[in-house]
């Protein structure tokens, strides 16, 4: 600043030397005035360069200056630059927490103090059925028009939320929601979309099964208890004592199978997949399978006229690779189906052929009543029984085909149900050649 001062009057001062050595006193003034004149023409011209250069805005373009204008371009030229790398810097962050939100697997809105929407990832527009776009700035109540929304906003507790149904939800899709609202910032909310669908659904299997589990276990237990009492209450005389025993035992055998399917069931479910290098013998399988099928057909038929008509194919070679508890289980839950629910004089076959590609399927077919087509997509469900009082008698649990399913599953296999009222079942397993051995060697 000194030297720029000192710059000036020596200019001056030599400007006035030479004119009043050229032309006396005038000369000198007229030196002076041309020579302050230069000096702003030339400042102004800087000047002038320097604010075309900020009205740019472009660090980079920053004219080359010396002297006291060189250091304010220099000076100006970095803080823009330092103020343009921080925005880039601070846009860039945004972008990533942008991005980060648009990963989350839930809904996430933001709404600004009068209630409009200021962004929304990509869930929350399918959540509420929104276009992240052309719906910025919309108020959220004209487009969530649920009313236990409209009640939530008005009263909205972040750590209870509320349950809404999802755009789009239909019966054979449906969508249900949980949204919280969280306050932030000011006056500004965080709305907060979470698919539990899937959860509801668990919720509700799991009353299901423990309302199933209680009632089976209620009926017999009532029946005992029942027996119980008279025992108790009545002097019973030794052929009532042996009968009432008799029936009393009858309930405990029907609870026991009901819990040991239960315990099969959560076994399967909670238990690491099957060995695929323990190979158990086909035939194996299948002769007891047949032991079973014609000790209990001997019970279901007895006192008919006619018993089963029961077959088994020709005994096959070759192994499957599995757990040889669960195999058995599928497969003889398969026959004691057919004998228990074919009357007597029936046909059951029980066959082990193999298929195109390496497969093999173990099948049961039967002569019985058949099951209608509405019941056949529900079959495998848990307690699902189309014919309950039947079930029961013959000591199914109603778990027998949930059972075979997940066996199924486990093993890579698939099962085939077909069947037509009136004429009789077909139910198979098919096994993939990945779990297929020809040669019987174990
Ligand atoms: P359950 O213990 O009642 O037999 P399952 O899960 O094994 O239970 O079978 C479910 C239902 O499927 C049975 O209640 C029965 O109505 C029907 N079902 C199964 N196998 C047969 C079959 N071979 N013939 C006719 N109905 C069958």
């Not at 236990?148 to 249900?176: E, H, K, M, N």
């Not at 899937?198 to 009532?222: G, K, W, Y």
């Not at 009082?389 to 085909?401: M, V, Y």
Request: hydrophobic share 40%; proline share 6%; with cysteine.
């Amino acid at each position: 600043m000194w030297f720029r001062f000192f710059g000036f009057l020596a200019l001056q001062f030599c400007a006035g030397l030479l004119g009043w050595q050229g032309a006396g006193h005038p000369g000198a003034l007229a030196g002076v005035v041309l020579a302050g004149a230069l000096w702003m023409l030339a400042d102004m011209w800087r000047g002038a360069r320097v604010m075309a250069w900020l009205r740019t805005g472009e660090a980079s373009k920053a004219p080359q200056m010396q002297g006291w204008w060189g250091e304010v371009t220099e000076r100006t030229r970095r803080w823009l630059r330092q103020t343009q790398q921080q925005t880039q810097l601070a846009e860039t962050r945004l972008q990533e927490f942008l991005a980060a939100i648009q990963a989350s697997p839930n809904g996430v809105v933001l709404l600004d103090p009068q209630g409009r929407i200021e962004w929304c990832n990509d869930i929350a527009a399918a959540h509420f059925g929104f276009d992240a776009q052309r719906d910025l700035l919309q108020q959220i109540g004209n487009l969530v028009r649920d009313p236990a929304f409209t009640a939530y906003a008005v009263d909205p507790d972040p750590v209870r939320g509320t349950v809404l149904i999802g755009r789009g939800s239909s019966v054979g899709r449906p969508l249900r929601l949980s949204v919280h609202l969280h306050p932030y910032g000011e006056g500004r909310r965080l709305l907060l979309s979470r698919d539990v669908t899937a959860l509801e659904q668990a919720e509700a299997m799991r009353r299901d099964f423990v309302a199933n589990v209680s009632h089976e276990i209620r009926t017999p237990l009532t029946v005992m208890l029942g027996f119980v009492e008279t025992m108790q209450s009545l002097p019973l005389d030794e052929g009532q004592r042996e009968r009432y025993l008799g029936f009393m035992a009858q309930q405990a055998q029907r609870m026991q199978t009901l819990v040991s399917d239960l315990l099969t069931l959560s076994s399967i479910e909670g238990g690491p997949t099957p060995s695929s290098s323990q190979w158990i013998g086909v035939h194996n399988l299948i002769a007891q399978c047949a032991r079973e099928a014609e000790a209990l057909s001997g019970i279901v038929t007895a006192g008919q006229p006619k018993p089963h008509a029961l077959r088994f194919g020709p005994m096959p070679e070759g192994a499957v690779a599995g757990a040889q508890s669960e195999l058995l289980s599928a497969m003889s839950n398969l026959v004691s189906n057919a004998v228990r629910y074919t009357p007597a004089g029936g046909r059951i076959e029980v066959r082990w052929q193999p298929l195109p590609a390496g497969r093999a399927e173990f099948s049961v077919k039967d002569s019985g009543p058949g099951i209608a087509p509405e019941h056949l997509p529900r079959l495998t469900e848990r307690f699902y029984r189309v014919d309950p009082s039947r079930s029961r008698e013959t000591g199914g649990t109603g778990l027998g085909l949930a059972i075979v399913k997940h066996v199924v599953q486990r093993h890579g296999a698939e099962l085939r149900i077909e069947s037509t009222l009136g004429q009789g079942s077909r139910f198979a397993i098919v096994f993939p050649a990945s779990r297929l051995r020809l040669d019987d060697a174990i």
